[in-house]
């Protein structure tokens, strides 16, 4: 194993101090290893909160800032973080408006989020609204899930939710927002290389260099299939058509992501997003925005995910207004 680090013990460590120096506009509590803005969003506005486990930046912790998060959790890689690092988190984001856990599905997470919203609203009475983003179309349980895995529309989320937030919605209309989004966000990732937990020094599950793994999860967790290595045009049909048979996305504007799982460049990326707006716009699907680089990883996995969010208006305005954080930017 071969990484840019000091130890596997310090690696979240060391990455939250790295974080600290490289972005001042962030604040970043060691202790209890979250990520804050550092100049907290006005008073009487609803803070957005979210977190995992690390290995997959540039989230969460890269969408802390203007027109997105509040706060972020840090966990360590692959693991959840602690219902006390949610309750800290929750409590110095809250302006008094109330707090959106914006939650993967994968149980660790929904459990641990669940049991810090209720601890926050005990001791402090912060309103906590939950939304728990479950996109992946590949396979209904698996070995982190009850139910599908949430993935790539997290990123669209929170960007979204983010913008109604940062525009002075209520509670109860940004979490209608992040529930909409969910609802019409569909996902799908394929795996060309396992990725490599530093703690275990090794690649996480076996896979031959002639064969793929279509469905794989952001953690490694099995597909749907493995089959043999394609063409960058088969593998974004075997991506695209089980996105589209899971959902009517005619009809509406689409934002369409392709992102990138950690080990593969960015030429490659657009060569499949090359391939997957040719299927799209052969199903009759309009693809109104798009976004084309690595937002949700997986270590240095070999590989990319295609997600595809049913648009309307009001999702593409919020879409488009400003946002400043060290993962995303525009419109500032």
């Not at 076996?206 to 088969?234: C, K, N, Q, S, W």
Request: charged content about 20%; glycine content about 12%; some cysteine.
């Amino acid at each position: 194993m071969k990484k840019l680090i000091n130890s596997p013990e310090t690696v979240l460590a060391d990455s939250l101090a790295g974080i600290a120096a490289a972005h001042p506009e962030l604040r970043v509590d060691p202790v209890n290893r979250i990520i804050y803005r550092a100049t907290p969003k006005s008073a009487g506005r609803v803070a957005l909160l979210s977190g995992g486990g690390t290995g997959h930046e540039p989230l969460h912790g890269g969408y802390v800032g203007e027109g997105m998060l509040d706060a972020a959790c840090a966990g360590a890689v692959f693991t959840s973080p602690t219902p006390d690092q949610m309750l800290e988190a929750t409590m110095v984001a809250d302006q008094g408006a109330g707090v959106l856990h914006i939650v993967k599905n994968y149980t660790g997470d929904v459990m641990n989020f669940e049991l810090g919203a209720e601890l926050a609203a005990a001791e402090s009475g912060v309103e906590v609204a939950v939304v728990i983003v479950n996109d992946d179309v590949a396979v209904e349980d698996s070995s982190f899930t009850a139910g599908r895995r949430g993935v790539g529309t997290t990123v669209l989320l929170e960007k979204i939710a983010g913008a109604a937030a940062e525009q002075g919605r209520d509670l109860a209309a940004v979490l209608a927002v992040a529930e909409k989004v969910n609802a019409s966000g569909r996902s799908m990732g394929v795996a060309l290389t396992s990725c490599t937990v530093p703690a275990a020094g090794k690649p996480t599950f076996d896979l031959p260099d002639d064969e793929m793994e279509i469905g794989v999860g952001i953690h490694g967790e099995p597909g749907r299939r493995r089959v043999p290595l394609a063409g960058a045009a088969e593998i974004a049909r075997q991506l695209v058509e089980p996105i589209l048979a899971d959902m009517d996305f005619t009809g509406a504007p689409t934002i369409v992501m392709l992102n990138g799982l950690g080990g593969t460049p960015l030429i490659e990326l657009y060569v499949m997003y090359a391939e997957v707006s040719k299927l799209l716009e052969a199903a009759g699907v309009e693809v109104a925005r798009s976004l084309v680089g690595n937002y949700i990883t997986a270590l240095d996995m070999a590989g990319c995910s295609v997600t595809i969010l049913k648009a309307d208006d009001d999702i593409l305005s919020l879409w488009d207004a400003p946002v400043n954080t060290s993962g995303l930017r525009w419109g500032i």
